[in-house]
């Protein structure tokens, strides 16, 4: 009975940030990875149903989105061309760099997001520490993988994986000398669930390609890291034992987090991809004539969303809260269905499918919600002990290294050339896919 309220759990978080990943497509960088990041991480604290952790969910949320977030300087445009090669060789590394890069994501989210859920006032992160170690841990991999051993993956693209990597190796070493076994448990099944999303998702983008069928395939690819992600981590925050979290927490420490998400990450969105020449370019395409006011909506209609849902957020969780707020359910709930429907309003203003149906993946999102909000109520919280085994998670690593191998001969051998496909050995690039 554990184990079917354990997958479920798993499925419809997976559908929460697999379908926020998708809406992250359109947007891409840091901010669209954070603000979906944190829908992941809302999504999560609803199906664990604990009560001592709904007092920390803005701090909790606000951590997992920064280290879902910080894998967005990662560049990947080219890797997927690598994957949509018509010979193993150039399939193979592709997925499997793919499995690197979505590893990343998830690995450094997943583990800030179990950091934030471990950290009590008795035993608190050293939040400051951490943060300095993983920018060390940024400049010398970084150095010395791609300045002096030029251990390039994504040439001539940025090699900001490099610095991905030495975070995700700094905060290892911070898990593991803290004793944050739950934590790392997180951390290594969301990473494994984000590397195998987007190696699995490439898979499919190809396929699609292959199938003629006119849909947005990249789409799907974004879906499949946000839905084996948030499935990754949620078995790891479920199959782990975490000391109990006060209730109740200080009212001014809500604030920064508060104003974190609902803020700073969503004007950051509006202000890189609501610019006016975008906009223009954007409705002239879909024939809008000169002129007509859907300019002036398209262009500060989500600026007008941003501070108004702001204003009521701020009043809810902090103007009108005692000098110790205890959060419930339906504070988390609230803030959840609003967060992931601002998001993906965005990207029906941004895509202009509010006038115009030639996006028909954005009617997809409207779909998931009303899913995501017909089964999230139904989740039980599912908790199991499960200990670590670094032997156990080395075999499962190599049967997934042998599946993706499994999945490059299928794609490699199912087309001829592909448009955007790229070769990283035995040839010239073709043509570049766009980031």
Not at 72 to 85: E, T
Not at 124 to 150: C, D, H, Q, R, S
Not at 398 to 427: D, P, T, W, Y
Request: glycine fraction near 12%; aromatic fraction near 16%; include cysteine.
């Amino acid at each position: 009975m554990k184990n079917k309220q354990l997958y479920f759990s798993m499925l419809v978080v997976g559908i929460s940030l697999g379908t926020a990943w998708a809406v992250r497509g359109q947007f891409g960088h840091e901010h669209g990875a954070a603000w979906a990041g944190g829908i992941g991480c809302l999504s999560l604290l609803l199906v664990a149903k604990r009560g001592d952790w709904y007092g920390k969910f803005l701090s909790a949320t606000m951590a997992g989105a920064l280290g879902w977030g910080v894998g967005g300087i990662m560049s990947y445009g080219i890797v997927v061309g690598y994957g949509r090669a018509d010979d193993f060789v150039n399939a193979y590394y592709g997925l499997m760099m793919l499995f690197v890069i979505g590893g990343l994501y998830g690995y450094i989210g997943g583990g800030l997001f179990g950091l934030a859920l471990a950290s009590t006032a008795k035993n608190p992160v050293k939040w400051a520490n951490l943060l300095v170690e993983m920018v060390a841990g940024a400049v010398l991999f970084y150095f010395f993988m791609i300045t002096e051993f030029e251990w390039f993956m994504t040439p001539p693209r940025s090699e900001m994986w490099a610095a991905c990597f030495g975070m995700a190796v700094a905060l290892t070493w911070f898990l593991v000398r803290h004793q944050q076994s739950s934590a790392l448990r997180v951390a290594i099944f969301s990473g494994l669930g984000g590397g195998f999303g987007f190696a699995f998702g490439n898979f499919l983008q190809v396929l699609g390609s292959v199938s003629g069928i006119k849909f947005n395939f990249w789409n799907v690819m974004e879906y499949s890291i946000g839905f084996f992600g948030g499935a990754g981590m949620t078995y790891g925050t479920l199959t782990s034992s975490w000391e109990k979290s006060e209730p109740t927490q200080n009212k001014s420490a809500q604030l920064f987090p508060l104003l974190m998400l609902t803020l700073l990450i969503p004007y950051t969105m509006w202000q890189q991809n609501f610019d006016a020449e975008g906009v223009y370019k954007l409705l002239s395409k879909l024939n809008v004539p000169d002129g007509s006011p859907l300019f002036a909506f398209t262009n500060w209609s989500g600026l007008v969303l941003i501070l108004l849902s702001t204003t009521i957020w701020l009043y809810k969780y902090f103007v009108s809260q005692p000098s110790s707020v205890n959060y419930g359910y339906k504070e988390v709930y609230t803030f959840f269905v609003g967060h992931l429907s601002l998001y993906i309003l965005f990207s029906l203003i941004d895509t202009g499918a509010f006038i115009s149906t030639y996006r028909i993946e954005q009617y997809l999102y409207v779909v998931n919600l009303v899913v995501i909000l017909l089964l999230i109520n139904k989740t039980q919280p599912g908790f199991t002990n499960r200990t670590n085994n670094v032997n156990k998670w080395s075999v499962n690593m190599v049967a997934v290294a042998l599946f993706i191998a499994l999945l490059a001969l299928v794609a490699s051998n199912s087309h001829e050339e592909l448009k955007g496909a790229q070769k990283r050995f035995g040839a010239e690039p073709v043509e570049e896919v766009a980031k």
